[in-house]
């Protein structure tokens, strides 16, 4: 056999080999807005699950195997949302971190659900999510009617005989957290002035802002995202405006202080404690900023849905999603957010929510800390 026959011989043995090991790697999936208004938080998403992939395959992968990660975008778009999970189900994908807004998440759920797919979401936070009784669903956050009640408790202690309004974007997120917050308000005898709703997406808020001057709000509640939540402010201050505003979790981006500029300083949201201040994150938020990310809002709690999974396919001997969601809910997780244990529906058992407040210069600290 001559030379040039065995060099491509061994070519073809080395391909073939290429060829199986990448046919061995082990794809999961992320999903979630990578782009449209709320692509900030799909990037946030995604910085996390590639530097959990990552960091997971340094130590060995997952059972023998390395992962691959497949990206999806959903646009926080619910008929884009399910196309998606369908998308990834027909692939045989075992699991996927999202979605980000919950009323992708909700749709996105059910076809993970009839295609055998584990989802954990990272970020939506409506009830809803894990009240169906669906086998295959978890999250790594908090619920809104746990965020609408530190919320609520704020605003009843330090705006006690003022006026409040309440806003919602009618998403299945912004309705629902502002319904929670109010519904809190009220059992505690707080009744708010004004509740008032409007669409997503839309950019001129002047009719409301208006409204919000006529009945002298001193507050306002505002259950959406980051986007129109920045457009009512920067509105309410070129209006003399002094009223605070306050919002939820989709408030934990630094894109919200790229919209509205000096004039986010004074403006409450709440969220988690900050995850990046946790013993637990130290190292990893060392390799994100060694590679230029800050790694706030959901990025770690990407990282850490992604940490769940893999710890409990290890734990299960298996990636059989069934098999993976009963070793979930069997145990405790240790994560980069901290230990974590879940419920017979899917949502943790640690739950804690702080409020933040933005200062001028385009950061956010905890005001009160022992708020939960």
């Known amino acids: 056999m001559n030379s040039l026959k065995l060099i491509g011989l061994a070519f073809g043995a080395s391909l073939a080999l290429s060829s199986a090991a990448m046919a061995q790697d082990l794809t999961v999936a992320v999903a979630g807005p990578m782009t449209g208004g709320e692509s900030a938080f799909g990037r946030q998403m995604k910085n996390g699950a590639e530097q959990a992939v990552g960091d997971i395959n340094a130590a060995g992968g997952v059972l023998g195997k390395k992962l691959a990660l497949d990206v999806e975008d959903d646009a926080c778009d619910p008929k884009q949302a399910r196309s998606?999970?369908?998308?990834?189900?027909?692939?045989?994908?075992?699991?996927v971190a999202g979605h980000y807004c919950s009323s992708s998440s909700i749709p996105a759920s059910e076809a993970y659900a009839d295609g055998n797919v584990l989802q954990i979401t990272p970020a939506s936070t409506n009830p809803l999510f894990t009240e169906r009784k669906l086998w295959n669903v978890a999250r790594v956050c908090g619920r809104d009617d746990q965020q609408g009640l530190v919320a609520a408790e704020y605003i009843a202690k330090n705006y006690k005989g003022k006026n409040v309004a309440i806003l919602n974007d009618k998403t299945t997120y912004g309705k629902g957290l502002a319904d929670e917050t109010k519904k809190a308000l009220n059992k505690v005898g707080f009744t708010e002035k004004m509740f008032e709703s409007y669409n997503k997406?839309?950019?001129?808020?002047?009719?409301?802002?208006?409204?919000?001057?006529?009945?002298?709000?001193?507050?306002?509640?505002?259950g959406g995202y980051h986007q129109e939540s920045g457009l009512i402010l920067r509105q309410m201050r070129d209006q003399g405006l002094h009223t605070v505003l306050m919002a939820g979790d989709a408030l934990a981006d630094k894109e919200f202080a790229s919209i509205t500029g000096p004039a986010a300083e004074g403006t409450l949201f709440t969220f988690g404690p900050d995850p990046r201040n946790k013993p637990t994150a130290k190292s990893i938020v060392e390799r994100f900023k060694a590679k230029g990310i800050d790694p706030e809002g959901y990025t770690l709690y990407t990282y850490a849905a992604m940490q769940v999974w893999s710890q409990a396919a290890a734990k299960a001997g298996t990636t059989d999603p069934k098999k993976v969601m009963d070793t979930i809910k069997g145990a405790a997780w240790d994560t980069v957010i901290g230990k974590m244990e879940f419920d017979s529906k899917g949502d943790i058992k640690q739950v804690d929510y702080v409020v933040y407040k933005w200062d001028a210069k385009g950061n956010y600290t905890e005001i009160n800390p022992k708020a939960s």
């Open 201 to 222: 997406g839309d950019k001129d808020f002047n009719a409301i802002v208006s409204r919000l001057k006529r009945e002298n709000i001193d507050l306002v509640y505002v």
């Open 84 to 95: 998606v999970a369908e998308k990834i189900a027909s692939a045989r994908i075992p699991f």
